[in-house]
């Protein structure tokens, strides 16, 4: 569902803005006639699904935002809270967006227990500014406020997150989105513009709190701090353009790859690809430290799955020291280790699919969601992780959640008779 906070961007930024604009930035969900608040400038506002972006203000000529580092309770999914480190209440923090050529002044306050700083990933800022702690400024101090203040000479998707203490704080959640828009204009215009920040964590079963110690042993990953089934869907118009921006800043590379149609990768975090280099894709992997944006016209309704392909990515908390027991007869085993611990549920001999179903049944250990869930008009998703839906809808008038797609009769895989 997309939420009010998702199209708003402070009252300045709505000044002199047309009252179709208002409409849009106060929360009303059009599929035509979408424009920028800045009226010289011709862009689509970016949705960050369950984010939102960050208001405004123009004060002595520049844009100011206000960016605050604080310790934050994210919700994963219906059954899952995580103490997270983010910005302004939100893991990843809310989404910059400006316009190349832009001034703008970014007031960073720390309301951390720690010193902390904002490095402005892949945007060429003065020296001073580019918020690397003990080499180009001091530390923030805690409960203090920095002022980062540059001239934005390029356009691109980018990303901010701390280089203070940064093991810490980029694995307990302190990263965020800082789109630039091209002065002149995109050379394909899109009427949707995603984007999506990958991390991966580790929390023990029944525990709250990531450990940032972990370095390959994840058991989480996250579009947006958000798992399967709580990620929002991608809606779009049939017909329409689409524009998704991915960013990474976990420990390993997301392949990301989605379903029933094709794109074309055209950025990285070094900003926008000729379109003479654009490669056609449906699977772009995301390495770690980078952007990568792709665009796709969206010429084939239906619900199409969108997901990293890396097996145990599209997961919930999954245990990688259980041990092999496919083709295994467990007769009565299960049920033994049962009384002693409770709410165990055993890998099955022929696979993992009765899972899901058993998910519903026996509760699992608190604030752990099941490793496969989700139900579909057909029957159990068996997905999690890094796991949306692209819903591609004719005739829709809103970018609401339609539903399950209808099929046409007879287009549906079904049982024959052999």
Same mark, same amino acid.
């Given at each position: 569902?997309?939420?009010?906070?998702?199209?708003?961007?402070?009252?300045?930024?709505?000044?002199?803005?047309?009252?179709?604009?208002?409409?849009?930035?106060?929360?009303?969900?059009?599929?035509?006639?979408?424009?920028?608040? !800045? %009226?010289?400038?011709?862009? +689509?506002?970016?949705?960050?699904?369950?984010?939102?972006?960050?208001?405004?203000?123009?004060?002595?000529?520049?844009?100011?935002?206000?960016?605050?580092?604080?310790?934050?309770? +994210?919700?994963?999914?219906?059954?899952?809270?995580?103490?997270?480190?983010?910005?302004?209440?939100?893991?990843?923090?809310?989404?910059?967006?400006?316009?190349?050529?832009?001034?703008?002044?970014?007031?960073?306050?720390?309301?951390?227990?720690?010193?902390?700083?904002?490095?402005?990933?892949?945007?060429?800022? *003065?020296?001073?500014?580019?918020?690397?702690?003990? @080499?180009?400024?001091?530390? $923030?101090?805690?409960?203090?406020?920095? %002022?980062?203040?540059?001239?934005?000479?390029?356009?691109?998707?980018?990303?901010?997150?701390?280089?203070?203490?940064?093991?810490?704080?980029?694995?307990?959640?302190?990263?965020?989105?800082?789109?630039?828009?091209? +002065?002149?204009?995109?050379?394909?215009?899109? !009427?949707?513009?995603?984007?999506?920040?990958?991390?991966?964590?580790?929390?023990? *079963?029944?525990?709250?709190?990531?450990? *940032?110690? @972990?370095?390959?042993?994840?058991?989480?990953? &996250?579009?947006?701090?958000?798992?399967?089934?709580?990620?929002?869907?991608?809606?779009?118009?049939?017909?329409?353009?689409?524009? =998704?921006?991915?960013?990474?800043?976990?420990? !390993?590379?997301?392949?990301?790859?989605?379903?029933?149609?094709?794109?074309? =990768?055209?950025?990285?975090?070094?900003?926008?690809?000729?379109?003479?280099?654009?490669?056609?894709? &449906?699977?772009?992997?995301?390495?770690?430290? &980078?952007?990568?944006?792709?665009?796709?016209?969206?010429?084939?309704?239906?619900?199409? /799955?969108?997901?990293?392909?890396?097996?145990?990515?599209?997961?919930?908390?999954?245990?990688?020291? $259980?041990?092999? =027991?496919?083709?295994?007869?467990?007769?009565?085993?299960?049920?033994?280790?049962?009384?002693?611990?409770?709410?165990?549920?055993?890998?099955?001999?022929?696979?993992?699919?009765?899972?899901?179903?058993?998910?519903?049944?026996?509760?699992?250990?608190?604030?752990?969601?099941?490793?496969?869930?989700?139900?579909?008009?057909?029957?159990? $998703?068996?997905?999690?992780?890094?796991?949306?839906?692209?819903?591609? +809808?004719?005739?829709?008038?809103?970018?609401?959640?339609?539903?399950?797609?209808?099929? /046409?009769?007879?287009?549906?895989?079904?049982? =024959?008779?052999?």
């Amino acid at each position: 569902m997309i939420t009010r906070r998702r199209f708003f961007f402070g009252t300045a930024a709505l000044a002199g803005a047309s009252a179709l604009t208002q409409r849009i930035a106060s929360g009303t969900k059009l599929l035509a006639g979408q424009t920028s608040p !800045d %009226a010289k400038v011709n862009y +689509r506002p970016v949705v960050t699904p369950n984010g939102s972006t960050l208001p405004w203000v123009m004060k002595n000529g520049a844009k100011e935002f206000h960016l605050v580092a604080e310790p934050v309770r +994210r919700e994963f999914a219906p059954g899952m809270t995580v103490n997270c480190w983010g910005y302004n209440g939100q893991s990843p923090g809310p989404t910059i967006e400006a316009v190349e050529g832009d001034h703008v002044r970014i007031l960073v306050t720390n309301r951390l227990a720690e010193p902390t700083s904002v490095h402005w990933h892949g945007i060429i800022t *003065p020296n001073g500014m580019d918020g690397v702690g003990g @080499v180009t400024q001091k530390h $923030i101090p805690s409960g203090e406020t920095y %002022a980062y203040d540059f001239t934005l000479r390029q356009h691109g998707a980018q990303m901010y997150h701390p280089h203070s203490d940064e093991m810490i704080q980029m694995a307990m959640g302190m990263q965020g989105f800082f789109i630039i828009h091209p +002065r002149n204009g995109y050379p394909e215009p899109v !009427d949707r513009h995603f984007l999506i920040f990958l991390q991966e964590w580790a929390i023990d *079963p029944g525990t709250f709190t990531p450990n *940032p110690n @972990v370095m390959t042993d994840f058991n989480i990953f &996250t579009f947006n701090s958000r798992v399967w089934p709580g990620t929002d869907p991608l809606v779009v118009k049939l017909g329409e353009r689409v524009r =998704v921006s991915f960013a990474n800043l976990s420990m !390993d590379s997301h392949p990301i790859h989605f379903h029933g149609h094709r794109w074309w =990768v055209v950025g990285t975090d070094g900003g926008s690809i000729p379109k003479s280099a654009w490669i056609p894709e &449906t699977t772009m992997n995301v390495p770690a430290g &980078t952007t990568r944006t792709v665009e796709f016209v969206a010429d084939n309704p239906g619900d199409w /799955p969108f997901h990293c392909h890396k097996n145990h990515h599209a997961m919930n908390a999954m245990s990688h020291v $259980i041990p092999n =027991v496919i083709g295994t007869n467990q007769k009565g085993v299960a049920q033994q280790i049962g009384t002693l611990v409770p709410g165990y549920m055993a890998m099955g001999e022929a696979g993992m699919h009765e899972m899901s179903a058993m998910a519903e049944m026996m509760p699992g250990p608190r604030n752990t969601l099941p490793m496969m869930t989700g139900t579909g008009q057909f029957g159990p $998703i068996q997905m999690g992780g890094m796991f949306t839906i692209l819903k591609v +809808r004719e005739g829709i008038t809103s970018y609401e959640d339609p539903g399950w797609y209808q099929n /046409p009769a007879g287009t549906v895989a079904s049982p =024959v008779s052999t």
